[in-house]
């Protein structure tokens, strides 16, 4: 008789860290499914509660964007509009069920924003929250967003 042991998978799972800007309160974001898979539709729920700002429904975003590692954007940024008001200090929760993960490399970054958009072409979002996750062997120090030039806001 053999002993076998059931093999089991080490699932990657994808770690959103605050983003490194600021000023800017940190979110939590989860996904699913974890990690994206390319071509797919993934879910995102952001949560957090804003100290610097209010969320105003039919105006602020909860935005999502991939990068690659030269900071180039991979596919289109996903915006949603909050339907719902929300006042700074009060914690907030948002589901974006409908987000197409597009052709994605073996490393990438995914940022994900709240804010509002603005008239400014130089600073067209105004972010209040962030949260961004390496995957694959990208540097985390080299995330687009620690630039605060974030491609969301500028097609949406």
């Known amino acids: 008789m053999i002993n076998a042991v059931p093999h089991q998978f080490r699932k990657r799972t994808t770690t959103f860290n605050p983003c490194p800007v600021e000023g800017v309160d940190p979110l939590t974001v989860s996904i699913s499914p974890d990690p994206p898979v390319s071509g797919k539709t993934e879910t995102y729920t952001v949560s957090g509660t ?44 948002i589901t974006a ?42 540097k985390a120090a080299s995330y687009p967003i620690a630039e605060r030039s974030y491609p969301i806001a500028e097609r949406s």
Not at 111 to 125: E, F, H, M, S, Y
């Open 97 to 138: 069920d409908d987000v197409t993960t597009p052709q994605l490399p073996d490393s990438y970054f995914i940022g994900v924003v709240v804010g509002d958009p603005t008239d400014d072409p130089k600073n067209p979002l105004d972010v209040y929250g962030c949260a961004f996750a390496v995957v694959g062997s990208a």
């Open 50 to 93: 804003l100290t610097k700002g209010d969320i105003t429904a039919d105006k602020t975003i909860v935005g999502i964007a991939y990068a690659d590692t030269a900071k180039n954007p991979i596919g289109d940024p996903y915006t949603k509009i909050f339907t719902q008001s929300f006042k700074s200090g009060t914690p907030f929760t």
